[in-house]
């Protein structure tokens, strides 16, 4: 008589122990040459926990115990970070979000019809154009909404966070990879929101970007109260420290145009130099 087999059978378990091997799978198949701050010398893909919780600022011991299955108030900003960290795709981040807090997260900045009415295939073309160059294009909020292949090789995370400022300032690796980060990128950065609101007052985009950056990072909130202003930032020439130049410090003078039949677009050219 043939041996029974008592048949096995799959035992649920609680979202935050789902979580934690999520968290491990999603941390262990990151490619540190990606992320600036990270050793580079690896024989095999993964960030440590330590390397995580600086990426994300929180302490290594908090986030060792989400790895652990402990329970803990997420909030949405950690979450973001996180999912840059790891490179989620749409659908992991979806997942992240609800083993964590139970609710979908909040979609991520969308472009307005006209600004993505502008993203043709001459755009297209004249993005390319810029070759070997980084080139993109953005909207009246900063929201990416174009851009050429060296300029995804330089800047990865822009499928995970497409809005530059929201990276800049929300993000602790923007801190590494813009070099003299509130002087040179920070206080700029801030004083062209400043001119982009008092052109457009109630464009809700640009009011929520305000918000979320002056909430989430108190220097950018003391860095405000400057009262500085700024148009743009055509021909300055700012140092970055990007994964893609393996930390080397590079110079680039950023050229700023903006489309006659768009002109709260941004056309932006990052052009390496010697300055």
Known sequence: MAESRTPTHYTPRAPELELAELLVTWRNRVDPRRIHGVSQIRRRPGLTQL???KLTGVSREWYGKLENGHRADFSPAFLDRLALTFRLDPSERLTLFLLAIGKPPVPLSVPSEVAMSAVDQPMREMLDAQLP????????????????????????WIPQEPNLMRWAFLYPEAREQLVDW????????LAQIRVALAKFPEEQGLLNLRDDILEGNQEAARLWAD????????????????PYHEGAEVPV??????????????????????D
């Open 133 to 156: 160059n980084p080139a993109y294009l953005s909207d009246i909020a900063w929201n990416i909404v174009a851009y050429n292949q060296p300029q995804i090789e330089w800047f990865p």
């Open 51 to 53: 390397e995580v919780a």
């Open 253 to 274: 003078r950023i050229m700023a145009m903006a489309p006659l039949r768009a002109m709260h677009m941004r056309f932006i050219t990052l052009v390496p130099t010697t």
């Open 227 to 242: 009262h500085e202003a700024l148009e743009h930032p055509d021909g300055d020439v700012r140092r970055l420290r990007l």
């Open 182 to 189: 509130d002087r040179a990128w920070a206080r700029p950065f």
